[in-house]
């Protein structure tokens, strides 16, 4: 990891890019909070433009979290792992499913539903993250602050995954989690467990259990890159 300082032309493209997020975020904030009524010319003149040392307070912290969190590959309750590679998932044709990739999952396959073919899939990017805040599954994937579909994975690139990449699994019993959709519209994880021997086991649960994550046990999450 590099540990020059940055440049002043680099502090002035980040300030850039603040400025032109914090100008979109404002406008947008405006019009919602006076869109139902919490703000009007009275006390937008009163309260807001005469405060403008507490609004960059509240800025500037916010600011800097972020910058934080984005230098150390941080989203949400998640950190990113192996950020130095391009991790490509191959291409699936639907065919392999949950419940029957027996081959893969030796150990066992629960909760698993029969079903048919799955869509194919392109060849795809993913990222590892690995969990650094506890939370319930809502909450971790919900930190990404994308629609969740844009998240989730077929079964056939799960099991693909088991299979290709192997090695980037969780050990120690710990998961590794997968958010799917159903066929019916509800999103659940696949939790992949590897066992001592390096076998593996996989759980199906609702993305809606209130079971909470611990960080301390660093289960990992899988995603598309966005």
Not at 80 to 94: K, N, P, Y
Not at 163 to 190: C, I, P, Q, S, W
Request: glycine share 10%; aromatic share 8%; charged share 25%.
């Amino acid at each position: 990891m590099s540990t020059e300082m940055i440049t002043s032309g680099q502090k002035e493209a980040g300030v850039n890019v603040i400025v032109a997020a914090a100008r979109k975020a404002g406008i947008e904030a405006i019009e919602e909070l006076s869109t139902n009524g919490m703000l009007n010319a009275g006390n937008f003149q009163r309260g807001i433009l005469a405060q403008g040392d507490k609004i960059a307070v509240a800025v500037k912290a916010t600011v800097k979290a972020t910058l934080a969190e984005l230098a150390e590959n941080v989203v949400g309750r998640l950190k990113r792992l192996f950020s130095d590679r391009i991790i490509e998932l191959a291409a699936t044709d639907g065919r392999e499913t949950l419940a029957e990739a027996s081959d893969v999952f030796m150990i066992g396959i629960y909760k698993a539903t029969k079903r048919g073919v799955c869509k194919t899939t392109p060849k795809t990017v993913l990222v590892v993250y690995e969990i650094v805040k506890s939370g319930t599954f809502r909450q971790i994937f919900g930190g990404f602050g994308e629609n969740l579909k844009r998240l989730c994975w077929t079964e056939n690139q799960i099991v693909t995954f088991c299979r290709d990449h192997y090695g980037l699994l969780r050990k120690d019993g710990r998961g590794t989690f997968f958010l799917f959709e159903e066929e019916n519209g509800g999103f659940f994880v696949a939790i992949v467990r590897m066992d001592d021997d390096g076998t593996l086991d996989v759980f199906v649960r609702s993305l809606e259990i209130v079971d909470v994550w611990r960080a301390e046990f660093q289960h990992r999450v899988i995603a598309p890159q966005l």
